[in-house]
């Protein structure tokens, strides 16, 4: 008889065996124990016929038993069905399975090996494991398979270290099986898994709960958490954690509680034991807020009550109760004697009709009557902020640095005037004397401030003005100039959020915004019923208490606007016209008369500055627009090839209101597009209707340009075209030379955009250029020679600006055309040719031109410049580059102006730069500027012989100096040409 037989429970099964011609007899007993509970399931593994829904029993007694022929066919007829069955199930699961021989070489491996990049083993070809894991690894493997081998059919798991198929390490978790013995296996079956991201997250979570434990170690009070389910009493929950610094503060170990927590209340003082278990239940009945309490506690070593405060915080996801227990006896004996010392002077000054306050560690400990009604604060208001909270923004820092060194017993003014600003946001200005007193043994300070703000009133104006004009004297753009003046009005009446809004023609021109207006989008045209156009056409400052609420806010701004604030509009003539505002806004009152009315001379102060700045602007822009004019000029002069002049028109023609646009030319060839610029699906269409209208273009438009409207018809179904595609406008350009039509140029914006008559100017300039790229062999010769002449214009332009600061500070004449002469020289020694050595020449030019920002009273000075006039001064090299940075030609040479006062050891400013982290060329120009201040007289120095400034330079190399730019400059003397 076969050691498997046949038990079979069903006539289906019976019939099945039957169709199979499997010699079978019927067997009457028990079943064989030894292989009982093997089942298989026939219907659940899909075996013919269909119909068969019986099972076959593997128990070997009982029923039909078939002999060893019969069990043989049966297996063989069953195994095609089994085989892709069990196969698929090993293919599908996640570890990668070997089997291996018991010389560990791989018979067979899944697909799961492709997770270590390698491919599956090809039949009849085994693989040596052994070969795939680092040297170190190879014994513990070896060892790893004897074990195996020495203990048939038992599961044995190992770690090892692998490698991949691209050299790189994997942590491997292996289980392996000898199943050597079993005839349909013959083989170690092994399951590996890569646990490379385990290992690591172990590794991590290691690291971290060493972090944690060494951050509580240095807490200076006790740590614990107790984990408190729903509905349990929090004082009866056990405790989890107890940080070792109980044996400190609580003179117990933590065992001790950590084994009986209800001991810990049973230390507690008994009045304050109630309120303590009351702390716990809130903590956990108001979830992730801090709970704090003060109570009494009995040491455990020294026998005493010592004052603890226990901050609690509860985490309902993952039920924790934490909390932080510290000792605050010493804080108690403090606020104790603070209390004591108040009392003994508190009836004086209670009856002094003078500003009396003191303050300790940067908080108020006592504040007379008369401060409290000055200030409109209540104490408790007070003291939770820092005192300097109080002090104006702009005296903040010095009224800080006396009081603090007064308390380090360092010389400080006894008496000096500065600003609060009260509750109301109003401005108060104290005449105060301060004095050191003790309270607790700690320093502190007795200030006592008389009221003199009627006295300072009539000074205001002026300062203001002052203000004002320097802040609007240090640069000529507008918005540079708006944002310094609303910077100075934010400062000087404390007004948190404000903004200044120039118009033209109905439509936003420039602003500058501070706090919350900056999120508030920009209407394109003035709305008539808004805020600021009610003060425009009223010429009226508009008050207004309640910002939000205001009928007049317009409603895309109303969100943006924050409850309980107030501001003021104030209308702004710039050039005869009122064509601006200052808005200003703070939280609280609105502000007052006096306020309102420096308001108005502040907005008159900035429109007047405005005006003349828009005029340099003005002028300024059209050097900028001759500039880009240039820049294509130049690139139509480079050569004959259209598509690239195209290309830069398009571009310079992008900073215009444009969206997008295109080049075609008229040839023999038809309608040729050069360049386009923008994304726009209808160009083929446009292009077939530009071929279509050529001859309308020679007849029908002959002026300059032909704007096509979307709601427009026109006789080439432009209009119809600008409608379908969307477009809000399409502006047209014949190409003309010599009576010729040479093409036409599209530029198209997304909705109506309104050109003014300098962009105008700018736009036709760039066809004139694009027109000369077109006709370029007639004109090549005009065309470089507006170039040079252009170029010289620009040369002047930029000697004028240098004489301008030259004219200013007499002392310093002709320094710009010697130090530029040896900065050329210099360059082209070390190197520097064509763009590169243009750059180092513009930059040097315009080395100083941020001092026409400084003020005459610092730059004509004539001693040394005190530490604040000096800060000014190092201002400069920003002021430079803030003011030249929008001119494409100077890109290059700006690094000059504003990184020459840079020092090779970083002592330099305004960047404080290192090394050759300084650009090139500023660290060239820097010896040159050295070297001929140093040998020029100064009003607080005789110039130094040429020796003595060598000298210097020398030491310095590679201190200050870009040591290579030294040995070039000695260079120099030595061949007697410095």
Known sequence: MHPIGAWVESRAAIDFLRRLNLPMRRIRGPRDPALRGIELLVTEAGLPPPAFAGRILLLGAGGYSLDDEGAARLLRELAPHYLPFFKTLIESV??????????????????????????????????????????????????????????????????????????????????????????????????????????????????????????????????????????????????????????????????????????????????????????????????????????????????????????????????????????????????????????????????????????????????????????????EELQSRPIWDFVHPEDRRQVRRNALARLRGEAAPARYPFRIVTKSGAVRWLDYSAATVEIGGRPAVLGVGLDITEDKEHKLDLELFARLSTALRRTDDVQAM?????????????????????????????????????????????????????????????????????????????????????????????????????????????????????????????????????????????????????????????????????????????????????????????????????????????????????????EGVRERLWVVQAQEASPTRLGAWVRAWGIGQLWLFPLRAGGDLLGVLAVFAEKRVHLTSEDRSFLEALVAELEVALDNARRLEEVQKARRELAEAYEKTLWGWAKAVELRDQETAGHTERVTGLAERLGRALGLAGAELLDLRRGAILHDVGKLAIPDAILLKPGRLSPEEWAVMRKHPVYAYEWLKGIPYLQGALVVPLYHHERWDGSGYPKGLKGEAIPRLARIFAVADVFDALTSDRPYRRAWSREKALAHLQANAGRLFDPEVVEALLGFAERGEV
Do not use: C
């Open 94 to 379: 996640r570890d990668i399975v070997y089997v291996i021989d018991p010389r560990g070489r791989a018979h067979y491996a899944n697909f799961q090996v492709r997770e270590l990049g390698y491919f599956p083993l090809e039949p009849g070809t085994p693989l040596d494991l052994f070969a795939f894991l680092p040297p170190e690894e190879r014994a513990r493997a070896r060892e790893a398979l004897e074990a195996l081998l020495a203990a048939p059919g038992k599961a044995l798991a190992f770690r090892f270290r692998g490698v991949d198929a691209e050299g790189r390490e994997r942590a491997l978790r292996v289980w392996g099986r000898n199943l050597l013995h079993r005839p349909e296996v013959r083989g170690i079956l092994l399951n590996v898994r890569d646990v490379g991201e385990e290992v690591r997250l172990q590794e991590a979570l290691a690291a971290e709960a060493a972090r944690l434990k060494a951050l509580v170690e240095a807490l200076p009070g006790v740590v614990f958490q107790a984990r408190v389910a729903p509905g349990e009493d929090p004082n009866r929950a056990p405790l989890l954690f107890l940080s070792e610094q109980a044996r400190g503060v609580l003179g117990y170990a933590p065992e001790v509680f950590l084994k009986a927590p209800g001991l810990y209340y049973q230390k507690v003082h008994p009045e304050d034991r109630p309120a303590l278990l009351e702390l716990a239940v809130q903590a956990v009945a108001q979830p992730h807020r801090p709970h704090s309490l003060a109570y009494r506690f009995r040491h455990g070593e020294r026998g005493d009550w010592v004052w603890l405060r226990d901050t609690l915080r509860y985490d309902p996801g993952t039920q924790l109760l934490t909390g932080f227990t510290k000792d605050v006896t010493a804080e108690r004996a403090q606020a104790a004697a603070a209390r004591e010392s108040e009392d003994r002077f508190r009836t004086l000054a209670e009856t002094a009709p003078a500003v009396i306050l003191m303050w300790q560690g940067e908080r108020l400990v006592f504040a007379n009557r008369t401060t409290l009604e000055l200030t409109g604060y209540s104490l």
């Open 482 to 698: 708006l944002e310094a003046a609303l910077g100075v009005v934010a400062n000087f009446f404390a007004f948190p959020t404000g903004a200044i809004l120039l118009y033209e023609e109905g439509r936003p021109w420039v602003l500058a915004r501070r706090g919350w207006t900056e999120r508030i989008p920009v209407a394109d045209r003035l709305e008539r019923t808004s805020l600021v156009a009610t003060a425009l056409n009223e010429e009226r400052v508009l008050v207004l208490p309640d910002l939000k609420e205001d009928p007049r806010l317009r409603e895309v701004a109303r969100p943006f606007v924050p409850e309980g604030w107030s501001g003021a509009v104030v209308p702004m003539p710039v050039g005869g016209r009122w064509s601006g505002v200052l808005f200003a806004a703070r939280p609280g009152s609105p502000p007052g008369e006096a306020t309102v009315r420096r308001l108005q001379k502040a907005a008159e102060t900035i429109g007047n500055a405005v005006h003349r700045a828009a005029l340099h602007a003005r002028l300024s822009r059209r050097v900028k627009d001759l500039e880009v004019v240039a820049e294509v000029g130049r690139a139509v002069a480079r050569g004959p090839r259209v598509e690239h002049s195209a290309r830069v028109l398009l571009d310079a023609l992008m900073r215009l209101p444009f969206a997008g646009g295109a080049v075609w030319t008229f040839g023999a060839e038809g309608v040729v597009r050069r360049a386009v610029r923008g994304d726009l699906a209808g160009l083929d269409e446009l292009e077939s209707h530009l071929a279509a209208a050529r001859s309308w273009f020679l």
